[in-house]
């Protein structure tokens, strides 16, 4: 055999990645990814070091920002990060913290007991994966500061000033937008992340503002509560049946004091909330900590139970922890000297004496709140009956339809058009809104990778009924069977026949519902297909346009205008306040500012209430006013006031020459056009209906994320759970910012 040549592979070609440099070229390996998740991550390793500022006793205030330049401050008043110089690096501790990984003062255990922050790689990650980054330490009476870029200080560390008393740490920062694929941040995810923290370190004031664009929110997070506060707030839009059991402990573990601390409620929903922290991380896969309570929520239920004659024999050995668990709402904190997570993003904890910690904590003080509050545990008791007799029943319908050859992998329902291809990765499934659009998306489908359900009707609300009748409901059969992962015990996700399950209704009223009912479906009974990407939503447009022989699809009333509006400036031009032209990209940005007053105004004045009052009153509240005032103050900005929308005199409509402008411009866009409206997806035929919505060279579809869990529960059970007040004041407060409601 002829040697082969080494084709230039030496040690000249083995490269050493030091520091910085190994974080900037390989940064999902420490913050997860370069998207939205890893964007936000680095924020949250700033601001857990306040928090663990915080557990040490040190520091009650934080301030995040979102500053108008895209940059983030996050500021405490702990102590500082010290400034002294280091014993063995000889530079400043600041310098060593933010520059050298693995740096710190968590990993002796003298200074911080417990850490959230405790990541090994921490803001000296931020640090070098940020564009630049500014901090200011008041530490000993000085102000210092010190600047990096990319990780490297650009601005050596120098006193510029004093602060008396005054300690603390504020960190700016700017992500390097050539390393991250996003490039702001959202208020939604911060927001929920920094509230978590309030609730979890109460007493703690954390004070989040925007000032960013137009957005400026601003909001401030401070709970005495703590986790008991949590759980009202989960279950704000749910009926509880128990009061929030608190009970907290601690106890000696393998690497020092372990503490646990428990919030319960349950709520007659028929799902589970289950909210699990180690050092103020979110554990959202959970852990030992997390199967410690369940394991003692499950025995100390069955003891009391059999011991106080709640429950038979019969009905002791048949219960499992699913029936106990049904309807709780649950947040389990612990905190752990020297937590062992898997994954570098903390998704799950991996302590072992932790389970037992957990479970010891809790069999006494829960055992305890039964005995005090015996009504109370009766209550309990009843709820996990019930639970375990639907699960019972569940069962024996699960039994009746797989012996009728329905649910036992082999017999698809009727009504699924399957396709040919077995492989899941390249396989779609559409549940269409009706049997009329099944038979075009049937039609006109690709049999080889796309597979139709026609769905009749509105789907069972699963928020409101147990699982019993949830298996019941013929269309929710036909759901499970085809998508193929089984239910309940035997769920198996890696059994799922399509990795693309589209959402395809009508864009109306009817459709949204339907789509909503899906989605609790989803969400309540499914969450995996979700949280792995594998449910999306079909996008079909609402217009047909033509012109000149050829046909353009619009998917909304504002794209509709937006394309009339550019086709007609193509024909004139728009003079401003002071009669000159204005240029074609000012003209655009101005008519899709009338276009904007135009659609609002049409809203408010739908729902009863007079656009120019409100803009007139500046007492007026709520969010149509608003809306309503911030756009004319816009419109200022072009030398206009609302007169010039709304006419002389007008009380509701809009006769002034703004408005007569935008008609003008309008009608001319819609010269030599056919303009058709679609009412539902059974009005486009097979080729329309592949073309525009189910083509994978040129559809749109949403796939849908979870983002903020305790987010989605909440809007879940405000939307399609049995408390009607709660919904009731949803649609009040937000009827007048809805915007295509139905087409």
């Not at 030992?288 to 050995?317: M, P």
């Not at 022989?549 to 504002?558: A, F, G, I, M, P």
């Not at 009863?608 to 007139?616: D, H, M, N, R």
Request: aromatic content about 8%.
């Amino acid at each position: 055999m002829a040697e082969q040549e080494n084709s230039g592979y030496n040690a000249e070609n083995i490269q050493v990645l030091e520091g910085m440099e190994a974080v900037r070229k390989r940064p999902a390996m420490y913050i997860g990814d370069t998207g939205e998740r890893g964007y936000h991550h680095l924020v949250y390793e700033v601001v857990d070091n306040s928090i663990d500022e915080a557990l040490a006793g040190y520091c009650s205030s934080i301030d995040v920002v979102i500053n108008p330049d895209g940059s983030l401050t996050v500021q405490d008043d702990g102590r500082g990060i010290p400034v002294d110089m280091h014993p063995t690096q000889h530079k400043p501790a600041i310098e060593v913290v933010l520059t050298v990984l693995h740096a710190g003062g968590k990993f002796d255990g003298s200074n911080y007991k417990v850490s959230g922050g405790l990541h090994g790689v921490g803001v000296s990650c931020v640090n070098a994966l940020s564009e630049w980054m500014k901090v200011e330490v008041k530490r000993d009476g000085k102000l210092h500061h010190i600047e990096f870029s990319r990780g490297h200080v650009t601005k050596p560390l120098e006193v510029v000033g004093k602060c008396g008393d005054e300690t603390g740490t504020r960190v700016t920062f700017f992500p390097d937008h050539e390393i991250f694929s996003c490039h702001a941040f959202k208020w939604e995810i911060l927001c929920a992340r920094l509230r978590e923290l309030a609730f979890l370190n109460k007493g703690v004031t954390i004070h989040f503002r925007d000032d960013e664009g137009d957005a400026h929110h601003e909001e401030t997070f401070h709970y005495d509560g703590g986790i008991d506060e949590f759980v009202g707030y989960l279950n704000q839009n749910k009926r509880p049946i128990s009061p929030v059991i608190h009970f907290e402990g601690e106890k000696q573990g393998l690497t020092g004091m372990v503490q646990a601390e428990v919030s319960m409620q349950y709520t007659e929903s028929y799902s589970t909330l289950e909210q699990t922290y180690c050092n103020n991380i979110h554990t959202i896969e959970g852990g030992t900590h997390l199967s410690g309570f369940r394991r003692a929520l499950t025995a100390t239920i069955k003891k009391y139970g059999l011991d106080n004659k709640l429950l038979k024999d019969k009905e002791f050995e048949s219960l499992t922890g699913d029936d106990m668990r049904e309807g709780l709402t649950v947040v389990v904190s612990v905190k752990v000297p020297q937590p062992q997570f898997e994954g570098q993003t903390k998704t799950k904890l991996g302590n072992g004496e932790v389970d037992g910690i957990v479970a010891g904590i809790v069999s006494d003080k829960l055992m305890t709140f039964f005995e005090e509050n015996p009504a109370a545990a009766k209550v309990v008791i009843e709820k996990t009956r019930l639970a375990a007799a639907a699960r019972e029943a569940a069962r024996a319908a699960r039994e009746s339809t797989r012996r009728k050859g329905v649910m036992d992998g082999l017999s698809l329902p009727g009504k699924l058009r399957d396709c040919s291809e077995r492989d899941p990765a390249r396989t779609e499934l559409f549940l269409v809104e009706g049997d009329s659009a099944g038979g075009s998306a049937c039609k006109g489908r690709d049999r080889a990778t796309q597979a139709i359900l026609p769905l009749r009707g509105k789907v069972l609300n699963v928020e409101k009924a147990r699982i019993d009748r949830v298996l019941a409901n013929n269309e929710i059969r036909s759901l499970i069977t085809a998508i193929g992962c089984g239910f309940g015990e035997e769920w198996d996700v890696s059994k799922v026949r399509y990795h693309k399950i589209v959402i395809m209704t009508d864009a109306d009223v009817d459709g949204a519902h339907i789509r909503t009912l899906l989605l609790t479906f989803f969400y309540r009974k499914m969450p995996e297909l979700i949280e792995k990407g594998y449910v999306y939503l079909a996008q079909p447009p609402l217009y047909k346009v033509e012109r000149k022989k050829k046909s353009e699809y619009v998917l909304t009333d504002e794209m509709l205008t937006e394309k009339l509006l550019s086709l007609g400036l193509d024909d004139c031009e728009v003079n401003g306040k002071d009669g000159a032209p204005m240029d074609p990209e000012r003209a655009a940005a101005f008519l899709k500012l009338l276009a904007e007053i135009e659609a609002t105004a049409k809203m408010v004045s739908e729902r009863g209430f007079s656009p120019a009052a409100l803009v007139a009153d500046d007492s007026a509240r709520g969010s149509g006013a608003s809306m309503l005032r911030k756009l004319f103050s816009s419109l200022a900005g072009y030398g206009y006031a609302p007169a010039d929308w709304f006419g002389a005199g007008t009380a509701a409509g809009a006769d002034g020459p703004l408005a007569k402008l935008l008609d003008e411009v309008r009608a001319r866009g819609r010269q030599g056009l056919t303009v058709v409206r679609f009412k539902g997806l059974g009005e486009m035929d097979a080729a329309e209906l592949y073309e525009t919505t189910m083509n994978p060279e040129k559809r749109r579809i949403l796939r849908v994320k979870l983002e903020d869990a305790v987010k989605a529960d909440q809007m879940f059970s405000l939307l399609m759970g049995d408390e009607v007040e709660p919904r009731r004041r949803f649609i009040e407060d937000n009827a007048l910012t809805v915007r295509n409601l139905d087409f």
